[in-house]
């Protein structure tokens, strides 16, 4: 078993070695990078692509409810949120949050809600975000 072992180990340090190899000579060749990774008879990874998280407002599952959506501020920040109802001139505080999502419930059905947000961390207090505004349904 001994044997086995060192000789597996040795086979995955050469398949690694290979493997590095190939992404260079791959880097080397941007136009032809993924064929040549291919040839060697390795798979191509896929790279993640996700659109940043704005602040949004979305429908909550009750009526007259709205999910709010932010941008995580990292570990250990919390987030004060709050809600217009007269576009802008007056703002009502809603709960603070440990997470960068909250829930507002209690709105009038057909109104229109403006929503901002800003974090809060060890450094001190964000600036608040732009508005976003809902229909609240």
Excluded at 8 to 32: F, P, S
Excluded at 60 to 77: E, H
Excluded at 82 to 111: C, F, H, N
């Amino acid at each position: 078993m001994a044997v086995r072992d060192h000789k597996k180990a040795a086979l995955v340090r050469l398949l690694q070695q290979l493997k590095g190899y190939v992404q260079t000579v791959a880097d080397a060749a941007v136009d032809n990078g993924g064929a040549i990774i291919v040839s060697a008879s390795l798979a191509v990874k896929k790279t993640a692509v996700r659109k940043p998280r704005v602040f949004e407002a979305v429908q909550g599952d009750a009526t007259g409810s709205a999910k709010l959506i932010a941008a995580s501020a990292g570990p250990r920040s919390s987030y004060e949120w709050e809600y217009s109802i007269d576009g802008g001139k007056t703002w009502v505080t809603a709960p603070v949050t440990l997470q960068a999502r909250t829930l507002v419930s209690g709105l009038t059905v057909g109104s229109v809600v403006m929503f901002r947000y800003r974090p809060v961390t060890k450094a001190g207090e964000g600036n608040w975000s732009q508005p976003a505004s809902l229909v609240v349904k």
